[in-house]
């Protein structure tokens, strides 16, 4: 016999998924509806508009595709580009890569914009790509926790119009603790997820899409035979290479259509739903405020212990700070000591990093001063066990005097 689930209770200080809020624990005990039931597709609407607030947009279809936030990348990708169309990806670390791998696998002709880890893409070097490659999507990661950059996205969107190219982000990272302005960007289709900043557990992943995407993707409607009626029409595009993650079903699903695709993952509407009301009561700004303290003084804790911080200060994401670990310790028994003495999850790296750096995150419901403070002096203790002396006590001092100058 195997016993019932009882997990340790860890502070998860990694790049996610992180603690879950406890009032998103509560509203995924409710019970179920049918799909279809007036109260669900009432849960649906007022889903839709959470994140709108969320997602700092007017878009009318912005929903919820159900599965990871990979979920919703793949959804984007292979309704967006059509087999055989070119996509524009920034390469500047491991999910750039990803979208490329995601676009060969669904029949794209894939074009790079190669940066540096550790670096993010000018405005120039952006619309340099495009015309020298004229793809049908420019693809891009908003913050790539793999190098803990956050690309600049300002003008973006108008760059991609002015080029007839559509435009879609990778907000996974960032939707929750930093602006994700997907108006004022001007960029056609953005996703997200639940399990890093919006403080949720990972299963769902929000997506909004412009009035124009959702054009291109109606193009290219077809709707399965047992379920289509004589009300929905046939588009003249390619045919959208996945049921499940095809968006013009979805979309109709989510529309007041309801078209029967697939049957709603209610407890995860539940968590993403809640999740959005815990950010929108507590305000955008307030919201990526308390990343900005949280992250910066996170950063200023680990400098202070002699430590140096991977990448561009002027780019760090506000939630997960990169940190090269000291030539003397060894990286991953230290990350096994925080876990087995003090409960603690902090973050490896990939690729090239794997080995060179940690990655620390203070996002959603861990974006808090106690939980910054704990995990520095957890950390604190650790380094000195394993041979490298900190300053004693700088680092807490370091994080306190950037929360006493916080207004």
């Given amino acids: 016999m195997f016993g019932q689930i009882d997990p340790p209770h860890r502070l998860l200080m990694g790049p996610g998924p992180v603690n879950v809020h406890p009032r998103v624990l509560r509203a995924m005990s409710a ?66 890569l990803l979208l490329s791998e995601i676009g060969q696998r669904i029949g794209a002709e894939i074009r790079t914009l190669e940066i540096p880890w550790g670096e ?58 930093m602006a994700v302005a997907t108006d004022a960007w001007g960029v056609d289709v953005v996703t997200g997820g639940l399990q890093k900043c919006m403080g949720g557990p990972p299963g769902s992943s929000p997506i909004t899409i412009s009035d124009r995407a959702a054009a291109h993707i109606m193009k290219r409607r077809h709707v399965e035979a047992g379920i289509r009626g004589a009300d929905l029409d046939e588009g003249p595009g390619a045919l959208i290479r996945s049921n499940y993650f095809d968006l013009a079903m ?86 096994a000591r925080m876990r087995g003495e003090f409960e603690i999850e902090i973050g490896t790296a990939f690729g090239p990093l794997a080995g060179k750096i940690w990655r620390i995150g203070a996002m959603s419901y861990n974006a808090m001063r106690h939980k ?28 306190r005097a950037v929360y006493e100058a916080v207004p």
């Avoid at 990871?68 to 070119?86: D, K, M, N, W, Y």
């Avoid at 893409?121 to 926790?145: N, W």
């Fill in 31 to 96: 019970d179920m509806l049918g799909q279809f039931d007036p109260e669900m597709t009432g849960y649906m609407n007022e889903t839709m508009a959470l994140y709108r607030r969320v997602f700092m947009t007017e878009n009318r279809w912005t929903f919820l595709v159900d599965g990871t936030a990979r979920a919703g990348i793949e959804a984007a990708l292979v309704s967006l580009v059509e087999p055989g169309a070119r996509l524009l990806v920034i390469h500047a670390g491991r999910f750039g």
């Fill in 120 to 177: 993010v893409a000018t405005l120039e070097q952006i619309e340099a790509a495009i015309v020298a490659h004229r793809p049908q999507v420019f693809a891009a990661i908003h913050g790539d926790t793999s190098t803990t950059m956050a690309q600049p996205l300002d003008g973006v969107g108008a760059l991609c119009r002015r080029h007839g190219v559509l435009s879609y982000v990778d907000a996974t990272a960032t939707l929750g603790g």
């Fill in 250 to 335: 979805i979309m109709d699903y989510w529309s007041e259509t309801r078209l029967n695709h697939h049957t709603e993952a209610t407890s995860m509407l539940y968590a993403a739903r809640e999740a959005a009301r815990v950010m929108v009561e507590e305000g955008l700004e307030a919201r990526f405020a308390r990343h900005r303290a949280a992250g910066a003084a996170m950063s200023a804790g680990l400098r202070a212990m002699g430590l140096t911080l991977y990448g561009q200060d002027a780019y760090r994401m506000t939630n997960v700070t990169g940190v090269y670990i000291p030539d003397c310790v060894d990286g991953e028994r230290v990350r």
């Fill in 372 to 399: 910054v403070l704990i995990t520095l002096g957890a950390l604190d203790a650790v380094l000195r066990a394993e041979g490298y002396v900190p300053p004693a006590g700088a680092a807490i001092e370091a994080a």
